[in-house]
């Protein structure tokens, strides 16, 4: 498997518009997860699926952000309007499960992420 | 809840010297521990792991040992290489026992700096 696949790697794009982040999970990996990172808060969990349904969108700041997971192997995540203070690096991690063995022996796999500048 | 303490960064060593990151926990279960790391421009990458006490996870030069006894997962490494820089975060999974949160629980991150 390739992994975790993220798109694009990086995106530039100006207040007000409307940017689209993209994800493929590991095929099997039950568990879908968008992470964001900055210096000043650094990773903070956004929102998880399991089985293509979202769990838990707690994490998720703004209405101006929404995800979803149309099937087992895509998922986005939607800034609109976008703004300067959206700017981070945005991750992608999937999981076989939130618990028992295949959690505790293999974890999550991380996406190599998008980093989003919102001038 | 459960969490996850690691010490503030960032944390700058000469190349062939000793590292020590600390990572102490808080669960209400019976947790595995992990070690992941962050290369710069990269996604975090898991780079060992421990899932019952006194376990020794090992990966790459990179061990930690499982303490119940003081709730830690410090990561060590002998000696040190300036491709070691990047960020290392130490985090837990909480076996649901004692009715803790799902998933992994994520410490802040080290960044560690390796100087030739």
């Known amino acids: 498997d390739a992994g975790v696949i993220q798109s694009p790697r990086h995106e530039v794009t100006e207040m007000g518009q409307e940017v689209t982040l993209r994800c493929k999970p590991i095929?099997?990996?039950?568990?879908l997860f968008w992470y964001r990172q900055t210096m000043m808060r650094g990773l903070e969990l956004l929102i998880y699926f399991n089985n293509n349904v979202p769990i838990d969108d707690s994490g998720m700041p703004e209405d101006r952000f929404s995800a979803k997971m149309p099937n087992a192997s895509f998922s986005t995540l939607k800034i609109q309007p976008s703004e300067p203070r959206d700017s981070a690096v945005y991750f992608c991690a999937s999981s076989l499960a939130l618990t028992g063995p295949s959690l505790a022996n293999y974890g999550y796999t991380f996406g190599s992420g998008t980093r989003l500048t919102v001038v | 809840g459960n969490s996850v303490t690691q010490m503030e960064g960032p944390v700058t060593l000469s190349e062939e010297a000793f590292l020590t990151i600390n990572c102490t926990y808080t669960a209400t279960g019976y947790p595995s521990l992990f070690w992941y790391v962050q290369y710069p421009g990269e996604g975090l990458q898991l780079l060992l792991k421990?899932?019952?006490?006194?376990d020794k996870g090992s990966n790459k030069g990179f061990e930690a040992t499982y303490r119940k006894e003081t709730t830690s997962f410090h990561l060590e490494k002998g000696s040190v290489q300036v491709s070691d820089s990047a960020v290392y975060f130490c985090a837990l999974s909480d076996r649901g026992s004692g009715g803790g949160a799902d998933g992994l629980t994520f410490g802040k991150g080290t960044h560690l700096i390796i100087q030739p």
């Open positions: 095929s099997g990996h039950d568990y």
């Open positions: 421990a899932t019952k006490a006194d």
